[in-house]
């Protein structure tokens, strides 16, 4: 009898441990989540993908200049698209120079040209080579000769009335420009300045 019970209490002692023991056998312990999957260096996800912070750089991040989690998250890269590196601003092409065209071409004479003005209208027109001389007027159907003006020469022409001026220059004797004046019937043809060039091309606007 003695034996009996104690057995039986030993099964009730046994049980409880096991009771205690079995279910927690049953918990099975999470394995840690890799933070840099392979497929990210299989294709398609190789070239299209960036790859999570902190994770050896694939062929897309290499691709935009990212390297060992220089990028913040992974976002879709088109193959074969152009990127530029995080944080660079697009640069634009220059713009080419709005330039007037070359009218004439006149030979300078050891860096000097001389200029003989025609007033061919029927008004006066005022003139002044900028650094040179003062605004100076040239009567309706005469002429000037202004000698040896060192380059770069910029002139102005104006009419006192209002009206507007054609100016046509042409090469002459080696080392001078004749320059024309001429009476323009509006806006769009009408010319207030001539400039000469170090090279001797004239432009004018």
Avoid: K
Wanted: with cysteine.
């Amino acid at each position: 009898m003695f034996n009996l019970h104690s057995s039986l209490r030993w099964s009730a002692l046994v049980g409880s441990c096991l009771g205690l023991i079995v279910p927690g056998a049953g918990l099975a312990v999470p394995s840690p989540l890799n933070p840099c999957p392979g497929i990210y260096y299989e294709e398609p996800f190789n070239s299209t993908r960036i790859v999570p912070p902190g994770c050896p750089a694939n062929a897309a991040t290499q691709r935009i200049g990212a390297s060992d989690g220089a990028m913040p998250s992974p976002e879709a890269v088109s193959p074969g698209a152009p990127t530029a590196p995080t944080g660079s601003v697009p640069v634009q092409p220059p713009l080419p120079e709005t330039q007037q065209p070359i009218s004439a071409i006149v030979t300078p004479m050891d860096g000097v040209v001389t200029v003989r003005l025609v007033n061919a209208t029927n008004t006066v027109v005022m003139y002044q080579v900028l650094g040179e001389t003062q605004q100076r007027m040239l009567e309706a159907s005469s002429e000037a000769t202004l000698q040896r003006l060192p380059l770069p020469v910029n002139m102005t022409f104006v009419r006192p009335d209002g009206g507007f001026v054609t100016v046509t220059p042409q090469a002459g004797a080696a080392g001078t420009l004749d320059v024309t004046l001429n009476e323009a019937a509006n806006f769009d043809v009408s010319r207030s300045a001539l400039n000469i060039q170090n090279d001797g091309s004239v432009i004018l606007n």
